[in-house]
């Protein structure tokens, strides 16, 4: 099984090796190609061109993956002209607890109680006009390749996955999904998630992780395909 993120090669390089056999290359308009996005035309590895957001704060699990997105669309801060920090977007979630402290005016970890809210990606989403559609079951394999690799030709998307720990008193927490792969041979499927808590993308087991057919793993809660119609 090869690693989604480790040593896989970018579009561009393959595209100049002449390996383009096996990737389907989605030559759409120039607005809806990302040129790292990664699908192979036997249905078998996809993976998007999605940067790995660590949260700054314990409870900013829902900012983590809203940047995600916003970063996704190149979504840009009106104030700064650059990528959003995760402060802004916090503020943006939560105008009634920022009104009167900007929680970029001091650096992480904050201890600003007015800082350390829990949220929902909803709450950043809705003000930037991104549309997040909630599924509330899991994907299925091949939903969830079409999600990442759509039949279309279309850019495909990262979606959002909420989980519930198993501890008491359970607590929820917001992953993102960018990427998949498959082993024929073997039949393992595998998920490419970034959990925000941790340093880098994981490779996680569709049945046993995602689907949550294996005992003590956290529950799941849902899932939110997100999109976004532009400005």
Known sequence: ????????????????????????????????????????????????????????????????????????????????????KQCELYNIGQPERTRAHDCCSSPAPRGEAECLETGWPDYIMAPLGITAAGQWDHLSWQAIKEQICPSDGQKGQPFIYVTQGISWPPIAHTNVIKGFIEDPETGTKKVSVDDHEITGFQDLDYDCWYVEVCAGHAKRLGDQIITWTGH
């Open 1 to 84: 099984m090869k690693n989604i993120h480790n040593g896989v090669p970018s579009l561009k390089q393959l595209c100049m090796a002449g390996s383009i056999a096996a990737l389907t290359c989605f030559l759409s308009h120039a607005s809806e190609l990302i040129a790292n996005d990664m699908c192979f035309s036997d249905g078998t590895f996809g993976s998007l061109d999605v940067t790995q957001v660590k949260q700054e704060e314990g409870p900013w699990c829902w900012v983590a993956s809203t940047k995600v997105f916003v970063d996704r669309f190149d979504m840009r801060s009106p104030r700064l002209g650059s990528p959003y």
